[in-house]
Structure formats: structure tokens, C-alpha cells
């Protein structure tokens, strides 16, 4: 099995392919579009000597074509551009890969536990300050897995859904994970598990200071404190908690996709029972919800402020 590094092209290496995926579009801050390229091209080459290549990005799966002039723009907000765009773009990564029998695994996970995962991760790492509303009306593109599935399937041919909850329910992911693509991953060596995530009453916090004086960094490192640090028992004795704003908020954004969670399954995972649904109808309903700061974290931040 080949899992290529960029020193296949003289750059640095890097766990996963995000960073060449970013670079393709033209989005990464050392790396650029030439270089992304001759590592596809590299890649194709060197494939032909092995049994499986693997490649992993999640960027692969955000990304939409330049701009005729070869330019990066942002993501259209209504349906009909967007798709065009879409496509565009992975019929553009297809022809810089130079072999046949290329297939496309794509991971999709609940989609009401998915966008609380994705807003935590972009509110983490950036200044953005929209609520969880928003950000879920802003990226509804990022939940359409059957539309998604579909442009991967036209522009490459074969593609392999798999459930994210299949594989993690396991102890051993990575073996798991190698059972659902058919490629034996028993001779690597799984990492910790680690969640890297925010509890939501940090992520409501760290939105609240994305317009603050802070650098982007500074943020990073004063919400890291907090949840290493003193506070950090206090975090993981909360009660359950969600960023919508009620249990029928979660059931009506759970139940806008049941009709194409149950196209997605039929036609690309076809052998689950007619009477199972894509995804567990089952919905947490013991969850403290809100879209703000719990008032036991308040009282606990403003304790630990008062310390520092």
C-alpha cells in the first residue's frame, strides 16, 4: 500500500493531504496549484507499482473550480451556481490523475451530529462569530450527501459510501475502516484516540471574542487554557449540552434530509434493509439546549477570571 508524502515533490511532509487539496485551489499559504498538480501526477505514477494508494483530505470535499481567470472565488449561495461549480471542480481533479481505476470513499455521519462537529471545528479555528443557525443555513451544501455523492460518482465513475458511525463504534477504527474499503490496514499503527473538539459552551465563548483585539492565535491559546486548565473538571462534569436551540430544532433539521438519506441508501448502500434507515431516527432528548453560554460554565469562568 502506498500513502504518499510531499516529498514526492521536495515539500514538506504531512500526515494527510490536506494541505495539497488546499493547494489546488489555489487555498494554501506555502504550497500552490503546481505543486498540487505534479503531486497528482506523481502519485499516478507511482500507483501503478501497488496494490492501493490512498489518499485523505477532507478539503476535497469543500472545494468548487477557479474562476476563468484562474482565480479563487467564494462559494455561491444558491443551488443551481453552486452544483455547476462543483462539478466543475471535480471534473478538473479528475483529468490531473492519470489512472483508471480510481474510487471515491466518502465518510458521511448524522447530519444533525455533523453540523455540530463541523460549526465547533470552524468557530475553533478561525473568527468566525455566526450562530449555529446561521452557519447551518450558510453551508447547506456541506449536508446534501446525496447531491455531493452523485458529482463524485459523474466526475469519477465509482464511489463507496460508508457510515462514519460503522466504524467508530469499533475499538479498533482503523482496522474497521480498512474491513469497509477491502484493504488490510493490520500492519499499521493506530494512534490515540483524542477528541479535539470544543465543549459548546467554548465554542459560544470563542465566538463571542472573534472581534475581539486578540490575535487569531492568542484566541486559540486562551481558550486552550481554559479547557486544560483549571476549568477543565468543571468541563467534563457539565450536564450533556447542544447548540440548538431546542429538541424540536434537532428534529426538524434531522427530519429535512430524510427523503434523501433514503435515496443516498438505496443507491449507494443498497444492501441495507429497506426497513433501516440511513441513520438512527433516535435523538438525544436529555440534552440541556441553547445557543448560549450555560449559566453554571458563566459562573465557573467568571470564578476562574477572577483567580487570573
Do not use: C
Not at 500500500?1 to 499559504?29: Q, T, V
Not at 460518482?153 to 475502516?177: A, M, N, P
Not at 429538541?247 to 426497513?275: T, V
Amino acid at each position: 500500500m502506498l500513502y504518499p508524502d510531499y516529498d514526492l515533490i521536495g515539500a514538506k511532509g504531512h500526515y494527510a493531504h490536506i494541505g495539497i487539496a488546499n493547494a489546488f485551489s489555489k487555498a494554501h499559504p506555502d504550497m500552490s496549484r503546481e505543486q498540487a498538480i505534479r503531486f497528482f501526477a506523481e502519485v499516478s505514477r507511482r500507483a501503478r507499482d501497488y496494490d492501493v494508494t490512498i489518499l485523505s483530505a477532507e478539503a476535497f470535499f469543500r472545494h468548487i473550480d477557479l474562476t476563468k481567470d484562474g482565480n479563487p472565488r467564494k462559494i455561491p449561495g444558491q443551488p443551481e451556481p453552486y452544483w455547476k461549480a462543483r462539478q466543475a471542480y471535480i471534473n478538473d481533479l479528475r483529468h490531473h490523475f492519470d489512472h483508471d481505476n480510481i474510487e471515491i470513499v466518502m465518510a458521511v455521519r448524522r447530519q444533525i451530529d455533523y453540523g455540530m462537529s463541523l460549526y465547533q471545528e470552524h468557530v475553533k479555528t478561525s473568527r468566525y462569530n455566526a450562530d449555529f443557525a446561521t452557519f447551518r443555513a450558510k453551508h447547506w451544501q456541506r449536508f446534501d450527501y446525496l447531491r455531493q455523492a452523485r458529482a463524485w460518482r459523474e466526475g469519477f465513475g465509482i464511489l463507496r459510501l460508508l457510515r462514519f458511525e460503522d466504524f467508530v463504534q469499533s475499538e479498533d477504527v482503523l482496522k474497521s475502516f480498512g474491513t469497509l474499503i477491502d484493504v488490510d490496514l493490520s500492519g499499521l499503527t493506530a494512534a490515540p484516540r483524542e477528541n479535539a473538539s470544543l465543549p459548546p459552551d467554548l465554542v459560544v465563548l470563542k465566538r463571542m471574542m472573534a472581534d475581539s483585539s486578540a490575535s487569531t492565535n492568542g484566541l486559540r491559546d486562551m481558550v486552550d487554557k481554559i479547557s486544560r486548565g483549571s476549568l477543565k473538571a468543571i468541563l467534563k462534569d457539565m450536564p450533556k449540552r447542544s447548540l440548538y436551540q431546542d429538541l424540536e430544532d434537532m428534529q426538524a433539521f434531522h427530519r429535512s434530509f430524510s427523503d434523501a438519506n433514503e435515496l443516498l441508501k438505496r443507491e449507494f448502500l443498497p444492501l441495507l434493509s429497506s426497513h433501516e434507515p440511513l441513520f438512527s431516527d433516535t435523538l438525544a432528548s436529555d440534552y440541556l439546549f441553547g445557543d448560549t453560554l450555560h449559566p453554571e460554565f458563566l459562573l465557573q469562568l467568571s470564578r476562574h477570571l477572577a483567580k487570573t
